[in-house]
C-alpha cells in the first residue's frame, strides 16, 4: 500500500479527502470544508447512493485540468465502483504534483511563488498515477 494515511483517512472520512481535492480542482474558489460538507449533504438527500456522481464530476474536471488521459475506464465507471479508492487516487495524484494537501489552494499557491498564477501542468502520458 503507497499511502496507508491517506487510504485510511479516506476509508473513515471520505468527505475531508473529497473536501481536499475538491478545494485544489476548484482553485481555491471553495473551501475544503464547504466542499466536504456539501458531499456530505448529497450523500444525505440521495441516501449515500449517489454522492459518487458529485465526486465523478471532480475527478473529470481534474482530468481536464491537467490533460489527464480517461483510461482504462471512464470516470463514472471508477467513482461508481470504487469511489473511496478514485478518491485516494485524486490526492495522490495532486500531492504528486506537489501540492501539500492538507494546506489549502491559496497557502499552496504562496508556497510555490505563482501569487494565485498557475503553471501549465505536467503532462503524464499514461494517466493517473497509482
Not at 480542482?25 to 449517489?50: E, F, H, Q
Not at 473511496?84 to 501539500?100: D, K, Y
Request: aromatic share 10%; with cysteine.
Amino acid at each position: 500500500m503507497e499511502d496507508q494515511g491517506n487510504c485510511c483517512l479516506t476509508c473513515c472520512c471520505p468527505c475531508i479527502t473529497f473536501g481536499l481535492v475538491a478545494e485544489i480542482v476548484d482553485r481555491g474558489s471553495t473551501s475544503s470544508g464547504a466542499s466536504g460538507a456539501m458531499y456530505i449533504v448529497v450523500g444525505i438527500l440521495t441516501g449515500w447512493g449517489c454522492q459518487w456522481l458529485y465526486s465523478c464530476f471532480y475527478r473529470t474536471k481534474m482530468r481536464a485540468q491537467y490533460g489527464l488521459q480517461e483510461t482504462p475506464y471512464p470516470d463514472c465507471c471508477v467513482t461508481g465502483f470504487c469511489e473511496l479508492c478514485a478518491m485516494c487516487q485524486e490526492f495522490r495524484e495532486l500531492r504528486n504534483r506537489g501540492f501539500v494537501m492538507d494546506i489549502g489552494w491559496h497557502a499552496n499557491m504562496e508556497l510555490q511563488g505563482h501569487n494565485g498564477v498557475t503553471v501549465p501542468p505536467v503532462m503524464h502520458a499514461d494517466g493517473m498515477t497509482r
